[in-house]
C-alpha cells in the first residue's frame, strides 16, 4: 500500500487557508492513484506530528504544499514527521531544484519530496492561472506577465522560486514580456505598471492559499483598488494599463497535478493519474470561468 | 438471520489449511475429520456435513468471524476502533476514560447489536447495528441527536465532507481546534461503510483513534512540556523559558474538559505532573497542540516581564466588576449577557461606564497606562 500526504501551513485564524489543500487532496482521492491520501498542517490537524500514525500504508510519499524551499520544508516539517535522519542535503539543492530523500520514520518508509513550489510543472500551472483569469486558452502574445512572490524577508530561496519560473516562462517566448516582482524587496509590486509596455499585464502571485498577502496587500499595493474591502475589477486599470490580478495560484486545480508529479518523481505508482488530473482540472477550469466571471475580485 | 453464506465461506477456508480462531469460535481441518471449538463446546471427527450442521446451529459464531474476516486489518487502530464499536473484546487495555462496559460474547452482542450499541467519541455518537446477513450498519451523529429520525437531520454520505461540519461552530465562528467541545449538531452519516465510519471519524478528529489504540497497546509515545517547547524554533523558540507554574495556568485555561476533549497525558515532564485536571474522554492527548504552542509563545512574552505594584482606586463594586468581566469573558459567556441585564458586571453598559470613570474612556488605547493605574515604585 502507498500513501500520500500533502503537508501544509494552514492557519489558526483563517478558515479558509486550508481549503486549497483539501481540494487538491480530493482531486488526488478520487484519481485512486493512492491507498490513503491525508492532509497534514503546521497549524491544523491531523497535525505533522500525527499523520504517519493514521496510515496503514508502508510506503508514504509526503509533498509539501509550499512555495520555496527553506524553514519549513528543511527543518519544521522533516522535524515533527520525526525523519531523524534527515539533512537538507539530502535534497542537494541550490534553492530550486530539491528532488526527494528516502528516510524512516515510525516504522515506515517516507519519500519526503520537494516542496510544490520549486518542481518545473509549477511553471504549466502559473501558465494556467494566467489562461483562468483571462479566460483565454491562448493568451500570452500582446500580454506581460508579472509572478509575484513574497521576497527575501526570511529565506532568499524564496525570491529563487519566483525567478526560476519566470525565467523558464521568459524563455517559452510565450508571453510578449516576464517579470518576478516582489512584496518586500525590487523589483516591488507596487510599481507593476513600470516595468511593463504592455497593456495588459497578467499578475499571478506565488502563493499556496489567498490570505492577507493575496487578497489585502497586493491588490492595495498595485492600486486596484483603494480598500480590498471593496473588492477589485478583473481587469482593473491602473496607470493606462489592464491588469488582470488571478490571486493565489496555488488555488490553481492543476496544482493537484504538480504534487502528483511530486510524488512520481519520488517512485509512487501512480500510472495515468497524471493525464486524468489535468483532464479533469482543464473541464473545472471551463466550468469555473463560466460561473466566476462576474464575481471575480470578491 | 440467513447464516449459510458465513457457514459455506467458514468451510471453504479451512480446507483450505487455515484455522479460524474469532470470538470463542475455533475450527480446524484434520485427518480425522474438523475440529471444532465454541465456549462450552468441543467437536471432533466431525464430517463437512455435521460442521455444517453445527455451525449453522451457531450461525451467530459464523457470521461474526465472517464479517471481521472480511473487515480484515488484524494489529491496525481502525479494526480496534471497529470492535470497541461494537463492545467486542479489544486487545490491550482500556484506556483511562474509557468508562468501558465489558466486552460482550459473541451470543450477548448480537442481542445488544440488535437493538444498536451506542458508543460515544467526544462528541460523536456511533451506533453499530446488525443486518439480516450479520453485517454490522453503522450510523454516525451528534451525541445531541441521538434518538432524531435521520430525515430530520442533514443526511451526508462521503467521509470528507466531515471537514466541512468541523470548520465552524453554531455561531459561525471558525474551529481551529477540532476537539473543542463546539461540534455543530444536526447532522448524520447513516450508513457508511465500516471504512467510511472510521474515515470520517478521522475527519471529526485525526488521529483520535490511532493514539487511542497505541494507548490501549501501551504504546502511546507522551512529548511532555519541556521536550516539546525544546523542540521548537523560528518564532517558537521562546517557549520553554515560560516559568514552571505558568504551565499549569496554562494547562489550566486551555487543556480542561470545557476547553478541548483530548485528555491531557502530557505532563510538566515525565516526573513533574501538572496542577490541572488532564479530562475523561476516551482519546489521549499526547504532546502539546499548535494552538497551546502559539499561545504559549505569547505568555512566554508576557511572563518575562517583571510584575509591579499599581495603586488603582476603585469601589469594593468596581473590583468585583473586574472579576465578573474576566470571569465571563475566560467562560465564553459575553454574547449571553442581555442588552439590559444591568445587574451582570460584564454587562456592556456596565463594562462602558466602568471605562469611562476608570480606564480614561472610549479613546485610551494603551493597553491600561495612564488611563488606568499609578506604578507604585
Given amino acids: 500500500m502507498q500513501a500520500l500526504v500533502i503537508a501544509a501551513h494552514g492557519s489558526h485564524l483563517n478558515p479558509g487557508a486550508a481549503r486549497p489543500t483539501y481540494a487538491h487532496a480530493d482531486t488526488v482521492r478520487d484519481t485512486g492513484a493512492f491507498d490513503e491520501v491525508r492532509e497534514a498542517f503546521w497549524k491544523e490537524e491531523p497535525h505533522f506530528r500525527e499523520v504517519i500514525r493514521t496510515l496503514e500504508s508502508d510506503e508514504v510519499y509526503v509533498v509539501p504544499l509550499f512555495i520555496s524551499e527553506g524553514y519549513f520544508t528543511e527543518q519544521v516539517i522533516p522535524r515533527e514527521l520525526r525523519l531523524s535522519e534527515w539533512d537538507p542535503d539530502r535534497w542537494d539543492s541550490e534553492g530550486t531544484d530539491a528532488d526527494w530523500a528516502t528516510l524512516e520514520a515510525e516504522g515506515k518508509t517516507i519519500h519526503y519530496c520537494g516542496p510544490v513550489g520549486t518542481h518545473d510543472a509549477m511553471t504549466d500551472v502559473i501558465v494556467r492561472r494566467a489562461e483562468s483569469v483571462t479566460d483565454d486558452p491562448d493568451v500570452g502574445k500582446g500580454v506581460g506577465l508579472a509572478v509575484v512572490g513574497h521576497g527575501t524577508e526570511r529565506n532568499e530561496n524564496s525570491a529563487k522560486a519566483v525567478e526560476y519560473h519566470a525565467d523558464r516562462i521568459r524563455n517559452r517566448g510565450r508571453f510578449d514580456e516576464v517579470e518576478a516582482l516582489f512584496m518586500d524587496e525590487e523589483p516591488e509590486v507596487d510599481d507593476v505598471t513600470d516595468y511593463f509596455e504592455s497593456d495588459d499585464v497578467v499578475v499571478v502571485p506565488l502563493f499556496v492559499a489567498d490570505g492577507y498577502h493575496t487578497q489585502e496587500d497586493i491588490p492595495e499595493d498595485m492600486g486596484l483598488t483603494e480598500d480590498y474591502r471593496e473588492g477589485w475589477e478583473v481587469p482593473a486599470e491602473v496607470e493606462e494599463h489592464r491588469i488582470w490580478y488571478a490571486g ?8 493537484a497535478e504538480v504534487i502528483l508529479e511530486r510524488a512520481a518523481d519520488a517512485g509512487a505508482d501512480i500510472e495515468n493519474a497524471i493525464d486524468r488530473v489535468k483532464r479533469a482540472t482543464a473541464e473545472m477550469a471551463d466550468a469555473d470561468d463560466r460561473g466566476s466571471r462576474a464575481e471575480a475580485g470578491d | 438471520m440467513n447464516a449459510e453464506r458465513a457457514v459455506e465461506a467458514l468451510v471453504e477456508r479451512v480446507d483450505g489449511g487455515e484455522t479460524v480462531d474469532c470470538d470463542g469460535l475455533s475450527v480446524e481441518a484434520g485427518p480425522e475429520g474438523y475440529r471444532l471449538e465454541l465456549p462450552e463446546l468441543e467437536r471432533t471427527g466431525l464430517s463437512t456435513e455435521e460442521l455444517r450442521r453445527t455451525l449453522s446451529a451457531f450461525g451467530e459464531y459464523a457470521t461474526n468471524w465472517r464479517y471481521w474476516d472480511r473487515v480484515g486489518g488484524a494489529g491496525t487502530a481502525r479494526r480496534a476502533f471497529l470492535r470497541w464499536c461494537e463492545r467486542a473484546p479489544v486487545p490491550g487495555e482500556a484506556t483511562p476514560g474509557e468508562s468501558d462496559p465489558e466486552p460482550l460474547a459473541v451470543p450477548d452482542r448480537y442481542d445488544a447489536l440488535a437493538e444498536g450499541i451506542d458508543r460515544e467519541w467526544g462528541q ?27 430525515e430530520d437531520l442533514d443526511t451526508y454520505d462521503e467521509p470528507r465532507e466531515a471537514r466541512e461540519l468541523t470548520t465552524f461552530d453554531e455561531d459561525g465562528r471558525y474551529r481551529p481546534l477540532k476537539t473543542a467541545p463546539t461540534l455543530v449538531p444536526g447532522w448524520v452519516f447513516p450508513s457508511p461503510s465500516a471504512t467510511e465510519l472510521v474515515s470520517a471519524v478521522g475527519f471529526f478528529y485525526p488521529a483520535t483513534v490511532e493514539n487511542w489504540h497505541r494507548e490501549r497497546e501501551g504504546e502511546l509515545d507522551v512529548d511532555h512540556w519541556i521536550d516539546t517547547a525544546e523542540r521548537q524554533t523560528g518564532i517558537y523558540d521562546v517557549i520553554d523559558e515560560l516559568p514552571r507554574e505558568a504551565v499549569d495556568w496554562m494547562a489550566e485555561a486551555c487543556c480542561v474538559d470545557s476547553q478541548c476533549l483530548r485528555r491531557r497525558e502530557w505532563e510538566y515532564d515525565s516526573e513533574d505532573p501538572i496542577d490541572a485536571p488532564g479530562g475523561e474522554g476516551p482519546f489521549p492527548c499526547r504532546e502539546p497542540c499548535s494552538l497551546v504552542i502559539a499561545a504559549a509563545r505569547s505568555w512566554a512574552i508576557d511572563e518575562s516581564e517583571e510584575s509591579h505594584t499599581w495603586e488603582v482606586e476603585l469601589t469594593r463594586g468596581e473590583r468585583n466588576q473586574i472579576e465578573e468581566i474576566v470571569d465571563a469573558v475566560a467562560e465564553g459567556r459575553t454574547e449571553e449577557i442581555r442588552e439590559a441585564d444591568v445587574g451582570e458586571g460584564a454587562n456592556r453598559y456596565r463594562a462602558r461606564y466602568l471605562r469611562a470613570k476608570r480606564f480614561g474612556g472610549e479613546d485610551d488605547g494603551d493597553e491600561g497606562g495612564e488611563g488606568f493605574g499609578d506604578l507604585v515604585e
Fill in chain 2, 124 to 150: 460523536l455518537l456511533l451506533t453499530t447495528t446488525l443486518a439480516e446477513n450479520g453485517d454490522r450498519r453503522y450510523d454516525l451523529r451528534h451525541v445531541e441527536d441521538a434518538g432524531a429520525a435521520v
Fill in chain 1, 248 to 255: 493565489a495560484v496555488g488555488t490553481e486545480a492543476l496544482m
